[in-house]
């Protein structure tokens, strides 16, 4: 059994969003529910999760584990992962990490672009690696089984993760710095200490994080990918595909500044360019994954090859989280 | 007229408290009133020092500005100033900052021993210095005027707080470096960029920030104030007794371990070691200010300069906050 998994979305979720991953055949998606959100906070955007499963039971369920991977594909849904673009619904206290795994959570980036108590995000100057509450946290997650998540989180802090948990980590959406400088993008050490864990790098569609940004080719893309694996194992790779679509743009600013700053932060982008950027044209939605999978033959995977690229290497690397 | 000030106690507060500071002629008091509390756990004290002032308004009442400590010394009474020692009540929200600035709250530390949102703590192995977030909760905590503390802070971090805010800045409560090698003590370059800024440093009464820890004397204890004067100007130090007095040993755990690990951290003590220290003799609580005026004297300090020490130095700066 082949599956596809996008792993990461954030998009403004609704039952069209739901109706293209259907039709884009994901058996599984990892849902960023969480940007800058407090624990009770977090709460709202799990109720409205709540209400999308209920109204929209022939299309998605809430995923919990692996298996759920395999009964999306049987009924032919998609399983709804949980995952946390930063830690702010732990706040400050470790005790809530087994409550988010209770209620669902898979994925918690221990950082968003910006220093949090537990490690150093990209877009700081310094990087202190990860913080003595960070050590506890990371301890904690590996006990219940949440997946450490370092995408937007900097260089010493990624490999530290890595050095400290005994569990795998991933990289759920971003791109080799090879390809190109974006600022989230990883550099080689990060790929190479990711293939010696067992960890896994979820490759970004994200216009920021492209070669070209939005005018990105889907050769450029693919060979890419395949540069990629002298690397780290070809087991070891997959997609997230960062899509935000149907988001306004006061989305991505609220994204970049939640209520840290009161001076405006652009991010990635620019006061020229600060908005969502346009997807590239092969890849506009989740739909693009039979872009990806013509594209990724096209460049030299094999047919077995291409379905670990897009599903079965998440779907594998979940499994050892059950 | 000579005020005497105490700019840091965390007692475990009560009528008795409020007799022995008044009995120590306390014109004012810094009292911390948050080490791990969020903004809704922070009304909980609030809400509780509101009841304190209601029931003691023969002894204190809740200082805003140095207008009031003047009016301390005419009613014969203790102002007393909030403080927090840790930035978790404006939890990631900068808006906080104003608001609680609102509420009385003239100082607040940027970290407690661990790296926070916006620097770095004096336990950390690694100090990123003031954090992205950091900088802007600066130029906020200078806009409503509430006064920056790094007492508890890692050296880089101090050191740019410095730099970087446009006001001066205090240390309330720890010792100089050259006089005992304690984790929280301050290293003469801090001393040195405090007195060219124009910033505090309140002597800490605190055992483990003591040569001699319990059996520290009041000579001792004073030549090394009259050494310090040698590295800031003597109208730029005071008192921030850090008198912890009357609470029970499970107190000062919480304030190590707060909810941020699930491994007992033992701060500046030990497994061996793990309660309240004893305080010297001669500083059981406040009523050792006497003491103090004393062995100030008795190291060469005329009287004005023990005034000085003694809490109008403290009275002055706190004017640059009106």
């Known amino acids: 059994m082949n599956f596809r998994v996008d792993n990461l979305q954030y998009c403004n979720w609704s039952r069209e969003i739901f109706q293209i991953n259907h039709d884009a ?8 529910i969480c940007y800058h959100e407090d624990f009770d906070e977090l709460q709202v955007n799990i109720r409205q999760w709540n209400k999308f499963f209920e109204e929209n039971s022939d299309l998605i369920f809430q995923g919990k584990n692996s298996s759920d991977i395999k009964k999306a594909r049987e009924e032919n849904k998609t399983a709804v992962f949980y995952g946390l673009q930063n830690c702010s619904p732990i706040e ?14 898979l994925f918690m980036q221990l950082t968003y672009n910006n220093q949090s108590l ?21 301890k ?24 400290i948990s005994d569990q795998p980590i991933v990289v759920s959406h971003a791109n080799p710095l090879f390809w190109h400088e974006g600022l989230r993008n ?21 216009p920021h994080h492209l070669k070209g940004a939005s005018n990105c080719t889907l050769r450029s893309f693919c060979e890419m990918i395949a540069e990629t694996t002298k690397k780290i194992s ?39 360019n600060a908005g969502f950027p346009p997807q590239p044209s092969w890849f506009e939605d989740a739909r693009g994954f039979d872009n990806l999978d013509r594209g990724l033959r096209e460049v030299g995977f ?13 779907y594998n690397f979940y499994q050892k989280f059950d």
Chains 1, 2 share one sequence.
């Open 186 to 206: 990883k550099s080689d050490i990060v790929l190479k200490e990711l293939n010696n864990s067992g960890g896994m790098i979820g490759f970004s569609l994200y």
């Open 234 to 272: 070809i087991n070891q790779i997959g997609i997230g595909s960062d899509l935000c679509i149907r988001h306004p743009d006061s989305i991505v600013e609220w994204m970049r500044n939640g209520t840290w700053t009161k001076t405006k932060d652009f991010g990635e982008g620019s006061a020229g």
């Open 25 to 32: 055949k994901l058996d599984a998606l990892h849902a960023t």
């Open 118 to 138: 537990l490690a150093t995000g990209c877009y700081e100057k310094r990087d202190t690696g990860i913080t003595r509450m960070g050590k506890e946290v990371i």
């Open 302 to 314: 094999s047919e077995n090859e291409t379905h670990d690229i897009l599903g079965n290497n998440w």
């Open 92 to 105: 400050d206290n470790i005790e809530y990490v087994e409550i988010l795994k209770n209620l669902g959570v």
């Open 140 to 163: 904690e997650m590996n006990r219940v089984k949440m997946i450490i998540d370092m995408s937007h989180s900097a260089e010493l802090s990624t490999l530290e993760a890595i050095e």
